[in-house]
């Protein structure tokens, strides 16, 4: 992440510079999300007005936008900014214009031929909010990675100009979701423009009205994110609306975004003159893609079907993210031939064929449409996201392939993993640069990278969580007070706000969707236990809660609001708090500052999770069920598991047998050997602990792991070129 290839052409020799060409450069800075993983660039920004930096969200053009080019300069000047400004503008200049090594060694066929990767959220930076959490916060990390290993790729989605709600509490816990129009001026975003410079719509025919969609673009380093968007004044009134939100609307809402950014993202693509070498299609959500891939085939080389379908789908890559139900689209005949029926036409096929194709059984006229049926039918390789979610899922598709063993059902995975410099924080990612070999970072997925995590210094690493939790309880502090403030609360609620939390104490974070099935409130199982563990005079506990209930999930929302009145019981007052509407910056916080980030999700339904991910690389040690990514990852010095890895039919008993392992593995285990110090105060078995999770786990789960997985397991053979596994 830092460098210090800048250092001999620094002061003195910069060429005088203008305030507009300092503010340019600036704006050239914030015009590319290159600076979302830049801790560096991050740092100039906010110094400028590190108030106003906060208060816009993280936002550095809204911030720009408050400078004229010449305060930008006389605040420059008073921060000695300028040669720091320059660096950083030069190591963007210079990240755009060199080709990795890796890239150079292992990308071979796709050369001129880009992963066209598709999804319908993206999670880059809190400030650009078109995600709404696991597998936006995923696509997000895989183009960060494809763009630092030099991958080919172009990403392609969908422009939410409200993107997915705001959540607050009322005065009983109870969420309100609020959707807010996005400053839209103020995002990176840029008109996509084809070979001759000329801005790019596509239409999307269906049997009512056409569909237009303008075709905007970000960048993310060397990656252009295409995104579709439909607030345009040839649609209908309806339509221009269709992309505001994400994952709003009804099921015809649905099925109309999924034709824009599966069969208009492939006409985007085309328009723009890009020729991919491989799709690759995240859940089913964009498994259209294929069918218009393929019409386009006919059209080029007066291909039949069956024959344009084989070539397309021996080039696409599918990946389902989770064995939830409600995650699987569906839709009904109706709702097809509307919005299917033109390309249907043009392919040659009739109704019941095209529905086979989201069908397992192609006989039964009764049953809906699938969206994964028809990613997984449309693509030569398929994965899971975790070695079990590949186990799972291999069952939950054998009906697809039923002459097959389960086990052979062709269905692999690849393990996520996530953006280190996205998540590490820079105060240990200093400390890391120090210990561990100049290359750590590009080099992430390679474990001896990681090996001298060992010979950093306990007291150090110690120190550097310690401040990095004291961030993370004055975070809580402002954002709990703001909520009070907000909700109308008395002033001596207010005040007590400012002071909650302890940073001494064993902290304890959950952030995540409250779909029921993640259990957030397992750890009342046993309330008055519980009221025990956090309240031990010697040992005390406190929790961090985070996390939003989908808009029609209530019980999803009564377990925010059961967490959230802890507040009101004097013995969780100062030990439970719930943080409002989770997103990138308060995920960062919590995973940065926690000392233990808790996972208990009933098994095996949590596909892979990545949160835990993010809390290895800040130290912070995992607690959880032995589901998704933990399954594979926990070795038994690692971090704690709950339960061993086993469920019961009956939910119930499930549920019971976890939370009982849950409460004695943190009184037994997870208590005791946090507050277990030596003479100078420090864990020292615990920091043993975040150690081996740190070099066990840190490259396993990284996204440049798990991009370089899909590169040679995934996208080359689908290119064309050699499945043999070649070197990382
Ligand atoms: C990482 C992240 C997630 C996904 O984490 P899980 O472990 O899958 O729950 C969700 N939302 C946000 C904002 C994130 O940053």
Redesign the pocket.
Same mark, same amino acid.
């Given at each position: 992440m830092s460098s210090n290839t800048n250092s001999a052409a620094s002061a003195g020799k910069i060429a005088a510079i203008t305030p507009q060409g300092l503010y340019n450069k600036c704006m050239a800075l914030a015009g590319n999300l290159w600076w979302a993983w830049h801790p560096e660039v991050i740092g100039i920004f906010r110094s400028l007005d590190p108030i106003r930096w906060r208060q816009l969200g993280h936002n550095p053009i809204a911030l720009l936008h408050e400078f004229t080019p010449e305060r930008l300069e006389i605040r420059a000047a008073e921060l000695v900014l300028y040669t720091r400004i320059d660096q950083a503008y030069r190591r963007m200049t210079e990240y755009m214009n060199t080709k990795t090594a890796w890239a150079g060694r292992n990308v071979g066929v796709l050369g001129s031929q880009p992963v066209a990767y598709f999804s319908l959220e993206f /999670?880059i930076h809190e400030s650009v909010p078109i995600y709404s /959490?696991?597998l936006g916060?995923l696509s997000g990390d895989h183009i960060k990675s494809a763009s630092g290993l030099g991958v080919p790729l172009v990403a392609v989605g969908l422009f939410y100009n409200q993107g997915y709600f705001k959540q607050h509490l009322d005065i009983d816990g109870w969420q309100q979701e609020e959707y807010l129009d996005t400053a839209v001026q103020f995002l990176p975003l840029e008109h996509a423009l084809n070979p001759k410079g000329e801005k790019v719509t596509v239409s999307i025919e269906t049997r009512g009205k056409t569909i237009y969609a303008k075709v905007r673009q970000i960048n993310v380093g060397r990656v252009r994110l295409l995104l579709l968007d439909t607030d345009l004044e040839e649609n209908d009134p309806a339509d221009r609306t269709l992309t505001s939100r994400l994952y709003g609307g009804d099921n015809r809402t649905r099925i109309r975004q999924e034709i824009v950014s599966g069969i208009g993202g492939i006409r985007a693509l085309k328009a723009l003159g890009i020729t991919p070498g491989v799709y690759h299609l995240n859940e089913g959500h964009n498994a259209f893609a294929p069918l218009e891939a393929v019409r386009q085939r006919m059209v080029e080389d007066g291909a039949k079907f069956q024959d344009a379908a084989a070539d397309i789908a021996q080039k696409t890559v599918f990946t389902t993210h989770t064995p939830v139900p409600a995650g699987h689209d569906r839709f009904d005949s109706v709702l097809i031939e509307e919005h299917l029926g033109p390309i249907r036409d043009q392919l040659g096929i009739d109704h019941n064929h095209l529905m086979s194709f989201g069908r397992v059984d192609p006989s039964n006229h009764s049953e809906p449409f699938c969206m994964t049926i028809l990613g997984l039918k449309m693509s030569r390789y398929a994965n899971a996201v975790a070695s079990l979610h590949g186990v799972v899922s291999r069952r939950m598709w054998h009906c697809l392939w039923p002459n097959l063993p389960e086990e052979k059902v062709p269905i692999g995975h690849i393990t996520n993993g996530v953006h280190v410099p996205s998540w590490m924080a820079w105060q240990i990612n200093t400390l890391f640069e120090r210990h561990l070999p100049p290359s750590w970072s590009e080099e992430s997925y390679d474990p001896k990278e990681w090996e001298a995590i060992q010979n950093i210094d306990p007291g150090e690493l110690w120190e550097t969580h310690n401040a990095l939790k004291n961030l993370l309880v004055a975070f809580v502090r402002r954002r709990v007070s703001r909520q009070c403030r907000r909700r109308g609360e008395a002033d001596e609620v207010i005040d007590h706000a400012r002071t909650i939390l302890d940073p001494q104490i064993l902290t304890i974070g959950f952030g995540?969707?409250f779909a029921t099935y993640k259990r957030a409130t397992l750890v009342l199982n046993e309330i008055d236990r519980m009221a025990r563990i956090c309240n031990d005079s010697n040992r005390p506990v406190q929790f961090i809660f985070a996390g939003k209930a989908h808009p029609a999930d209530k019980p999803g929302k009564e377990f925010i609001q059961t967490i959230a009145e802890l507040r009101k019981d004097p013995r969780f007052q100062n030990r439970f708090v719930f943080i409002e509407d989770?997103?990138?910056n308060?995920?960062r916080h919590m995973v940065q500052g926690v000392d233990v980030w808790l996972?208990n999700p009933r098994r095996p339904l949590e596909a892979?999770?990545?949160?835990?991910m993010?809390a290895v690389l800040n130290g912070a040690l995992n607690l959880s069920i032995l589901d998704g990514w933990w399954a594979e990852a926990y070795d038994g010095s690692n971090g704690f598991a709950i339960g061993k890895g086993t469920s019961h039919v009956d939910d119930a008993i499930t549920d019971q047998r976890d939370a009982a392992s849950l409460f004695d593995v943190i009184e037994h285990e997870v208590v005791p050997l946090f507050y277990d110090t030596d003479e100078h105060g420090l864990p020292v078995k615990w920091i043993k602990r975040m150690m081996n999770s740190i070099s066990t786990l840190a490259w396993r789960f990284s996204a440049h792991r798990m991009v370089a997985d899909y590169t040679t397991e995934a996208y080359l053979p689908a290119a064309g070129g050699t499945s043999c596994k070649v070197e990382r």
């Amino acid at each position: 992440m830092s460098s210090n290839t800048n250092s001999a052409a620094s002061a003195g020799k910069i060429a005088a510079i203008t305030p507009q060409g300092l503010y340019n450069k600036c704006m050239a800075l914030a015009g590319n999300l290159w600076w979302a993983w830049h801790p560096e660039v991050i740092g100039i920004f906010r110094s400028l007005d590190p108030i106003r930096w906060r208060q816009l969200g993280h936002n550095p053009i809204a911030l720009l936008h408050e400078f004229t080019p010449e305060r930008l300069e006389i605040r420059a000047a008073e921060l000695v900014l300028y040669t720091r400004i320059d660096q950083a503008y030069r190591r963007m200049t210079e990240y755009m214009n060199t080709k990795t090594a890796w890239a150079g060694r292992n990308v071979g066929v796709l050369g001129s031929q880009p992963v066209a990767y598709f999804s319908l959220e993206f /999670g880059i930076h809190e400030s650009v909010p078109i995600y709404s /959490g696991g597998l936006g916060v995923l696509s997000g990390d895989h183009i960060k990675s494809a763009s630092g290993l030099g991958v080919p790729l172009v990403a392609v989605g969908l422009f939410y100009n409200q993107g997915y709600f705001k959540q607050h509490l009322d005065i009983d816990g109870w969420q309100q979701e609020e959707y807010l129009d996005t400053a839209v001026q103020f995002l990176p975003l840029e008109h996509a423009l084809n070979p001759k410079g000329e801005k790019v719509t596509v239409s999307i025919e269906t049997r009512g009205k056409t569909i237009y969609a303008k075709v905007r673009q970000i960048n993310v380093g060397r990656v252009r994110l295409l995104l579709l968007d439909t607030d345009l004044e040839e649609n209908d009134p309806a339509d221009r609306t269709l992309t505001s939100r994400l994952y709003g609307g009804d099921n015809r809402t649905r099925i109309r975004q999924e034709i824009v950014s599966g069969i208009g993202g492939i006409r985007a693509l085309k328009a723009l003159g890009i020729t991919p070498g491989v799709y690759h299609l995240n859940e089913g959500h964009n498994a259209f893609a294929p069918l218009e891939a393929v019409r386009q085939r006919m059209v080029e080389d007066g291909a039949k079907f069956q024959d344009a379908a084989a070539d397309i789908a021996q080039k696409t890559v599918f990946t389902t993210h989770t064995p939830v139900p409600a995650g699987h689209d569906r839709f009904d005949s109706v709702l097809i031939e509307e919005h299917l029926g033109p390309i249907r036409d043009q392919l040659g096929i009739d109704h019941n064929h095209l529905m086979s194709f989201g069908r397992v059984d192609p006989s039964n006229h009764s049953e809906p449409f699938c969206m994964t049926i028809l990613g997984l039918k449309m693509s030569r390789y398929a994965n899971a996201v975790a070695s079990l979610h590949g186990v799972v899922s291999r069952r939950m598709w054998h009906c697809l392939w039923p002459n097959l063993p389960e086990e052979k059902v062709p269905i692999g995975h690849i393990t996520n993993g996530v953006h280190v410099p996205s998540w590490m924080a820079w105060q240990i990612n200093t400390l890391f640069e120090r210990h561990l070999p100049p290359s750590w970072s590009e080099e992430s997925y390679d474990p001896k990278e990681w090996e001298a995590i060992q010979n950093i210094d306990p007291g150090e690493l110690w120190e550097t969580h310690n401040a990095l939790k004291n961030l993370l309880v004055a975070f809580v502090r402002r954002r709990v007070s703001r909520q009070c403030r907000r909700r109308g609360e008395a002033d001596e609620v207010i005040d007590h706000a400012r002071t909650i939390l302890d940073p001494q104490i064993l902290t304890i974070g959950f952030g995540r969707r409250f779909a029921t099935y993640k259990r957030a409130t397992l750890v009342l199982n046993e309330i008055d236990r519980m009221a025990r563990i956090c309240n031990d005079s010697n040992r005390p506990v406190q929790f961090i809660f985070a996390g939003k209930a989908h808009p029609a999930d209530k019980p999803g929302k009564e377990f925010i609001q059961t967490i959230a009145e802890l507040r009101k019981d004097p013995r969780f007052q100062n030990r439970f708090v719930f943080i409002e509407d989770y997103d990138i910056n308060v995920c960062r916080h919590m995973v940065q500052g926690v000392d233990v980030w808790l996972n208990n999700p009933r098994r095996p339904l949590e596909a892979s999770g990545t949160s835990g991910m993010k809390a290895v690389l800040n130290g912070a040690l995992n607690l959880s069920i032995l589901d998704g990514w933990w399954a594979e990852a926990y070795d038994g010095s690692n971090g704690f598991a709950i339960g061993k890895g086993t469920s019961h039919v009956d939910d119930a008993i499930t549920d019971q047998r976890d939370a009982a392992s849950l409460f004695d593995v943190i009184e037994h285990e997870v208590v005791p050997l946090f507050y277990d110090t030596d003479e100078h105060g420090l864990p020292v078995k615990w920091i043993k602990r975040m150690m081996n999770s740190i070099s066990t786990l840190a490259w396993r789960f990284s996204a440049h792991r798990m991009v370089a997985d899909y590169t040679t397991e995934a996208y080359l053979p689908a290119a064309g070129g050699t499945s043999c596994k070649v070197e990382r």
